[in-house]
């Protein structure tokens, strides 16, 4: 069975960090360029970052750069979202997709193959 899923996820006051993972199972990530994304009550689902499956390259939004860092561990089976320096904006659920292919090729939601369910980012005090 072909599954992501994400975990990590949590209240966390602002200023805190947190790490997301997105673990794989019933199909190896290896081939597979992997984005985050997230979406907020009343809002879009929005791509928040992507690592590339050829050469580990990575992207990230404008509102999360140089906050949130991107990794994938192949011998897991998993990639990891590093979020810091958290803000009440940040809020939202996180999902992660896989795209079959070697590179980030954006965030349009058609593009990935797999979706995972989802976990919940509460940034409040």
């Known amino acids: 069975q072909v599954q992501l899923v994400e975990s990590g996820g949590g209240l966390v006051q602002p200023g805190g960090s947190l790490r997301l993972s997105c673990a794989a199972s019933?199909?190896?990530?290896?081939?597979?360029?992997i984005g985050w994304f997230r979406q907020a009550p009343g809002k879009e689902r929005e791509g928040v970052s992507c690592?590339?499956?050829?050469?580990?390259?990575?992207d990230y939004a404008d509102s999360v750069k140089g906050r949130f860092t991107i990794s994938r561990d192949k011998a897991k089976n998993t990639v990891y979202l590093q979020m810091n320096s958290l803000k009440p904006e940040d809020t939202a659920v996180y999902y992660c997709?896989?795209?079959?292919?070697?590179?980030?090729?954006?965030?349009?939601?058609?593009?990935?193959?797999?979706w995972g369910q989802g976990t919940q980012v509460t940034v409040s005090s």
């Open positions: 997709a896989a795209d079959l292919g070697p590179f980030c090729s954006g965030y349009e939601l058609y593009e990935y193959d797999y």
């Open positions: 019933g199909f190896t990530l290896d081939n597979y360029a």
């Open positions: 690592i590339s499956s050829s050469d580990g390259s990575t």
